[in-house]
């Protein structure tokens, strides 16, 4: 994993814009504050930056932001830095348009991922006949990419954030890769790159160790026990066996949502395509492939894991009218949401929350083309709800 700065403000540009950001609340003048600093008031500036940070007036350091690349990352990184509480933009590669044989991209677990991209091409291929060849391809590549190792490399991403976030968040991960409670092997590997992680984002955010979180805040992202699931304005939701590559893709771009990650490594359980489950010899090569990874203490992407998410019911419409019911969407993400909105709208209280039922009931079910709010720009293969009995 290599961090490459994009768009990095020095330090002093930052703690510059930092007082001067922090002067608009109380001056004088209702007009535009000039850009233009003296030597002198420079100086002026960096000594009321130090008595800022020292009261904890830290909202200021949000107007200056952090670009950079992060290359060659696993998929426990992605998902980690997708699903921390703080402001960000990211976007990233998909490990489902890796070419074979990509540099960097080597491995038992990705000999074993080109192996089953044949016998899925093949498999899918001999259930569609004339389906196209660029959809073959990656449905092929996204159903055996759950043999790549969770802490592989596997993913690039750009992220986006300001200076006040990154510093807390360095510090979080700081405090996460410190701690040690009796690991198991998972909490292991990951505090490991964590610690790669926050080395590499402090040397290019090194106000990190100046700027400390003062509110409380840390890396909230594992937990021991499934919360009980809730459904009314706001929600509790459990997506109970999923794959880490489906929890990687329901996480993405979904900020306005809060996740947690329960996994039990000694449970070995993969996910697998209803196309696989229908040959009993290959599905249980499959797994047979799967446990020579574990047995060699990797974590297979198609391992099964618990992925709560909480938020309330506006926050999770979108997700719903985008995923739950869309061809081009991966079979298993969909599925996800199917089950979650089936449990919103079956658990929910109509009584006590007849506006949430209304929202809930106006597009249940109903294909994403057939809402009127989208248009297929590149219909897929399915078609406009043809996709429930879809195989992949």
């Not at 510059?16 to 850009?35: D, F, H, I, N």
Request: proline share 4%; with cysteine; charged share 25%.
């Amino acid at each position: 994993m290599k961090i490459i700065p994009i768009e990095v403000p020095s330090s002093e540009e930052i703690l510059v814009k930092y007082s001067q950001e922090a002067k608009t609340c109380y001056q004088k003048s209702t007009g535009l504050r000039s850009a233009a600093v003296s030597e002198e008031q420079k100086q002026a500036l960096l000594d009321q930056a130090a008595r800022l940070n020292a009261d904890g007036h830290h909202s200021p350091l949000e107007f200056t932001r952090f670009h950079f690349f992060v290359e060659d990352a696993s998929k426990f990184i992605l998902i980690l830095m997708t699903t921390v509480d703080i402001p960000y933009n990211a976007m990233a590669r998909s490990l489902r348009f890796r070419e074979p044989g990509a540099p960097g991209y080597s491995g038992i677990d990705y000999d074993y991922c080109d192996k089953w991209r044949v016998i899925f091409s093949d498999l899918i291929r001999a259930e569609y006949g004339d389906i196209p060849d660029r959809t073959l391809e990656t449905d092929a590549n996204q159903n055996s990419r759950g043999f790549v190792n969770l802490f592989s490399p596997s993913y690039s991403f750009d992220y986006y954030v300001d200076t006040r976030n990154l510093c807390y968040l360095i510090n979080w991960l700081n405090d996460f890769a410190s701690t040690d409670s009796g690991d198991s092997l998972f909490m292991s590997l990951a505090r490991a790159q964590v610690s790669d992680l926050a080395l590499q984002l402090k040397e290019m955010c090194p106000l990190a160790d100046v700027i400390k979180d003062n509110k409380g805040g840390s890396l909230d992202l594992f937990i021991n026990t499934i919360p009980a699931a809730s459904y009314g304005r706001s929600f509790t939701h459990n997506f109970k066996d999923i794959s880490f590559d489906c929890a990687a893709h329901i996480v993405r771009h979904r900020k306005d949502m809060r996740y947690w990650v329960y996994f039990d490594e000694k449970r070995r359980d993969y996910y697998a395509a209803p196309i696989l489950r229908k040959n009993p010899e290959l599905y249980a090569e499959y797994v047979r492939d799967m446990d020579k990874l574990s047995d060699l203490g990797m974590i297979p992407g198609a391992s099964l894991m618990t992925l709560s998410a909480t938020g309330n019911y506006k926050s999770v419409m979108w997700s719903l009218l985008e995923r739950a019911e869309c061809g081009s969407v991966l079979l298993e993400t969909q599925r996800a949401y199917q089950n979650l909105w089936k449990e919103y709208h079956n658990s929910l209280d109509v009584v006590l929350y007849p506006e949430v039922m209304l929202e809930l009931d106006k597009y249940y079910k109903v294909p994403k083309g057939a809402t009127g709010l989208f248009t297929c720009q590149h219909p897929c293969y399915w078609g406009c709800g043809g996709y429930e009995d879809r195989l992949v």
